[in-house]
C-alpha cells in the first residue's frame, strides 16, 4: 500500500470502522474492487485513470473529487495517483439524518444520472484543504466532543462540495441542451422518479414517453453511460437501501412497496445487484430508525 499518513477511529460499541482519514500515493487502495459499508470520499489531486462503478465506466483526471454511498461498487484503473481519501460509517455521521443540513444526498451521493465525481476548483480546493488540516489536527491531539466537532468539519466539507458540484451539473444540462434531447432526457429522469416503484422494464418507459424502445436506449447510453435497465435497477436499489437504513419494514413490506410480489425474488435482485443480502446490509451498514418519521 501507498505510504501515506492515515488517522482511524473505530467504533468502541461494535470494533467498526466509524471515520478514516489517509493520504495515498499509489493505486494499490483502490486496485481491485470496492464494495465498502461505508462512505468513502477521494480527492484524486494527481494522475488520471479510469474508474468503473456498478453499470457505468467513466475517465478521470487530475483533482476530481468521488463520492460512493455503501456497497456502491467501484474499481480504479491507473498507475500513478495520489490525493486524499475520507471514509465514514453511517452510524457515525447519516447524510439520510443530516440531508436538510448539508443536502448531499442527489448531489454527491445517490444520484443515479450523474457522473460519481466532479473537478475540483481552485475555490474548492484551499476549503478542502482547510477542512482536511482541521480534521487531522483533531484526531492528532483529541479533546472534549471529538466526534461532534469531526461531525461539524464533516458537514462543512460535504456542504463545500454539494455547493461546487451543483455549479458544475448546469453546465452539463447546457451541453447536453446542444444535442436536441434534453426533453426526452428530462421527462426520462421524471418518469423513473414517478413511476419506478411499479414500472421496473425499459419498454414500459418508452411506451410511457411514445417513443421506440432502441431509441430511447440509445438515448439514454449515450447521455447517462448507463444503459436504460441499469438507471432502473439502480434507482430500485437506491430507494430499497435508504428504506432499510430508515425503517423497521420487514423485507416483504418493502418488496411489495417497491412492486414486487414476491419477496425472495426481491431478495435475490437486491443481493444481485447491491452484492450483499438485503437482511446483511441493514446489519453492517446500520439502521437508524430510532430517528427516522
Known sequence: MGSGTSYTLINEQNG?????????????YFDHLQRNNYYSLIWIQGGFGRVKTGFAEYEFESNSLFSFAPYQPFLFSSRVINGM???????FFCIHKHDTEVTCNGVLFNNVYEKPFFSVDDSLKLKLNEV?????SEIKNPGFAQY??????????????????????PETISLRSEKKEPF????????????????????EYAEMLNISLNALSKIAKSHFNKTLTGLIT??????AKRELYLTNKSVKELAYELGY?????????????????????????????????
Open 261 to 293: 410480489d414476491d419477496e425472495y425474488y426481491f431478495s435475490r435482485f437486491f443481493k444481485k445487484n447491491a452484492s450483499i443480502s438485503p437482511q446483511m446490509y441493514r446489519e453492517t451498514v446500520g439502521f437508524g430508525k430510532e430517528e427516522s418519521n
Open 85 to 91: 481519501a475520507i471514509y465514514f460509517h453511517a452510524d
Open 148 to 169: 461532534e466537532l469531526l461531525i461539524s468539519y464533516m458537514k462543512i466539507f460535504l456542504i463545500a462540495a454539494s455547493r461546487s458540484k451543483s455549479m458544475h451539473q
Open 234 to 239: 439502480e434507482r430500485i436499489i437506491i430507494e
Open 16 to 28: 467498526n470502522l466509524a471515520f478514516k482519514i489517509f493520504q495515498f500515493d499509489d493505486n494499490s
Open 132 to 136: 482536511i488540516e482541521a480534521i487531522r
Open 184 to 203: 426526452i432526457l428530462q421527462n426520462l429522469k421524471e418518469a423513473i422518479e414517478k413511476e419506478f416503484k411499479t414500472k421496473h422494464t425499459p419498454g
